[in-house]
């Protein structure tokens, strides 16, 4: 938990703080001074003997004790100044603002990894280097404009980034979304966005705390940190927007196995979200109409009532719901009669209900009231509502701030005219509303909202598993690829059904099976990573005969090393693949299987653990998933033993951690059985 001293300080030294407000060290002495801090604040500054009304101390050694120092002198003084406050003035709280750490050189991750063991050991909290600081409450320990207005009620904002965290805030003030903490966490060199989720956590108050965080991160340290308090706070009510940004590869590096070429560093992070609940966004201005959407009441249902008296608008915003999974319900029968009798000639009421240029604000009063109390099939309503600057438009607004304010079904405000009716949007947010501008980004922004799935506890099922005999077989493994029969027996020891197989490494091998094999059968080649771009798979080998020609042929494949043998077997090829990356949990993909594998890409993911609740979604998210289930007179497979089977390997992958990668290309399925035919597993150690 952060200390209290950080984030609750009764008294703050500013060491580089002056009369210059356009330095760090100014403004942040202004800020504090602007926005009322409620404690003692010091200035260090060696040439001043005043900074903007204070006394100016000049050697950090003659101030008293203090709980909070926000740092902004150059990196190079920096080391002296900790251990000073650590040794002798009892400061538990620091912000340091300087870059030149661990972001430009090993000399200045040194330095940084000297500052953080003094901090350590003292029991303090340290935000930075490298960031703009924080704001709270309690004061606003920042360096930057502007200063939002706080609402208990507002969203959490934690970002990586310094400049980013003030872009947002700058975008966000034309909207009316309030804040109610913002954190910037920096080079995170000791509190990263991990330890600031599991703070709000452990700190979360369902009356006071906000139920809104937003996330800008640039790297995520400690992945099962974040999983676990994200969760946890997802769980206890709050709703997480998130932006990961650095996801692309500078290269792709040589893949050793399907699940390898399509489980890039990006995959992961999905993985990772979709296991906590949390709704992904790529850019600022998605993640503020998110925030502005959570900060509102959330329907119960996903019908939408459009009212407008712009069509253009309201067509643009009707494609983009309907096309990621919300309803525009038609609105028929004599409600829909009555109120439109009501507008002006024109006006339709199908849902878009467009009550034309001309419009007036008693009658969208009459039209919500419609919506709210009239139609039983409607959830929520979307007003879009611009001005072509013929004449003010406050009467509309101040309806919608009414109808917002006392209306069950929530109502979101798309007020467009950002030039012709700036005066009106600003009075408008000036009373706790939101405000957004653009339908096209609220739309894609609220059906995000509507379609995130919330965590849930994972009931892995119970099966007996002989998790001690895995472990030993897992010890003694050497790194790299195991062998196929020891890969298949770890399949057989989580109930995974295996088709029968045979090796042969020489001929007189292949005679011995000869005789007793169920032909027809199938040949691969053991040793190249891909079989079948190296023609080293043969099928239905019918007869002896055809068994040694076949042999020979794939025994001269470079690297081969033996030669499998298995019983020829017909149904539909799937896919399920595993892999890890550094210290995240594994993930699991499923799909179809064969070449279509990476050639299609319709492949579903999950991070482990997997329940069979869990792995069903997985399966019926695929495109595929109706040619699974059966179509056009086709037998589909057995989906409740494909979810089950991908249940299974999650839990493998809980006993034995050390499997890096592994393939299952293909399982053969159909309406009875499904067994893995092909597998792969790398181990590190």
């Known amino acids: 938990m952060l200390h209290k001293k950080l984030t609750q300080p009764k008294s703050i030294v500013i060491v580089g703080g002056s009369d210059n407000i356009h330095s760090p060290g100014g403004r942040v002495l202004k800020n504090l001074i602007d926005h009322k801090f409620n404690g003692d604040l010091f200035v260090v500054n060696p040439k001043k003997t005043l900074v903007q ?45 300087a870059a030149g750490f661990s972001e430009k050189n090993k000399e200045g991750a040194a330095l940084e990894r000297e500052i953080v063991s003094l901090i350590d050991k003292v029991g303090g909290s340290l935000l930075g280097p490298n960031n703009i600081g924080l704001i709270n409450e309690h004061y606003t320990g920042v360096f930057t404009t502007p200063i939002p207005k706080l609402n208990k009620k507002g969203v959490d904002l934690f970002s990586g980034s310094g400049a980013t965290a003030v872009f947002i805030l700058e975008a966000a003030q034309s909207t009316g979304l ?63 927007a998130a932006i990961k940004a650095g996801n692309s590869e500078a290269g792709n590096r040589a893949a050793s196995s399907h699940t ?10 999905e993985a990772l979200f979709k296991k906590a609940g949390i709704i992904r966004c790529y850019g600022r201005n998605e993640l503020i109409a998110l925030g502005g959407i959570l900060t509102q009441k959330i329907a119960k249902g996903k019908n939408i009532a459009i009212i407008t008296h712009a069509g253009g608008p309201a067509v643009m915003l009707t494609d983009v719901l309907s096309k990621n999974g919300l309803i525009i319900p038609k609105l028929e029968g004599q409600y829909r009669e009555t109120l439109l009798s009501e507008l002006y000639d024109g006006s339709s009421v199908a849902n878009p209900i467009d009550f034309l240029a001309t419009g007036t604000a008693a009658q969208l009063e009459t039209i919500i009231d419609y919506c709210e109390t009239k139609f039983d099939n409607i959830d929520a309503m979307a007003v879009i509502f ?36 700036t005066n009106e949007i600003a009075d408008f947010i000036s009373k706790d509303n939101i405000a957004f501008s653009d339908e096209v980004l ?60 045979f090796e042969a490494k020489n001929k007189s091998e292949l005679l011995k099976l000869a005789k007793s094999l169920p032909y027809p059968v199938v040949q691969k080649v053991i040793g190249p990573l891909h079989k079948s771009d190296v023609e080293g798979v043969i099928l239905n080998v019918k007869n002896k005969e055809e068994l040694i020609i076949n042999f020979n042929k794939l025994m001269q494949i470079d690297e081969a090393t033996s030669v499998i043998i298995q019983p020829m077997k017909k149904g539909t090829e799937l896919f399920i693949g595993a892999k890890k990356e550094n210290k995240y949990p594994h993930i699991i993909m499923c799909g179809l299987g064969g070449i279509f594998v990476e ?87």
């Open 178 to 240: 309030t804040f109610s903490n913002v954190y910037s966490v920096g080079n995170s060199a000791q509190i990263g966005i991990e330890e600031v989720l599991a703070h709000f956590d452990e700190t979360f108050n369902e009356k006071k705390s906000s139920k809104v965080k937003l996330l800008y991160i640039e790297s995520i340290k400690n992945p099962s940190k974040f999983l676990k308090h994200t969760r946890s706070l997802i769980k206890k009510g709050c709703h997480i």
């Open 442 to 501: 609220f739309g894609k922004a609220l059906t995000k909202v509507y379609n995130a799935v919330k965590p849930e506890i994972n009931n892995i099922s119970s099966t007996i598993i002989d998790v001690n005999y895995i472990r030993k077989i897992i010890d003694v493994l050497p790194k790299g690829y195991i062998p196929t029969a020891t890969a298949n027996n770890l399949l057989k020891l989580v109930g995974i059904n295996v088709v029968t197989q």
């Open 260 to 269: 390898g070429a399509m489980a890039g560093a990006d995959v992961f992070v």
């Open 386 to 421: 611009g001005s072509p600057g013929l004449s003010p438009v406050y009467d509309a607004y101040e309806v919608l701030n009414r109808k917002i304010k006392t209306c069950i079904k929530p109502i979101y405000a798309i007020l467009p005219s950002v030039v012709n009716a």
């Open 599 to 685: 050639i299609l890409k319709d492949v579903t993911i999950g991070m482990i653990p997997v329940s069979e609740k869990d792995s069903l979604h997985m399966i019926t998210q695929l495109k595929a998933y109706p040619i699974l289930k059966g179509i056009r007179g086709q037998k589909g497979i057995d989906i409740e033993a494909f979810s089950k089977i991908i249940s299974k390997l999650s839990t493998l992958l809980e006993i034995a951690p050390e499997i890096a990668e592994l393939d299952i290309n293909p399982l053969l399925a159909t309406s009875d059985e499904i067994v893995a035919v092909d597998v792969r597993i790398r181990i590190e150690k």
């Open 53 to 97: 009304g204070l006394k100016s101390y000049q050697n950090i050694s003659e101030i008293p004790e203090v709980d909070l120092a926000i740092i902004a002198i150059s990196a190079d003084y920096i080391l002296e100044t900790i251990k000073v406050l650590t040794a002798h003035k009892n400061t538990k709280g620091f912000i340091i603002y």
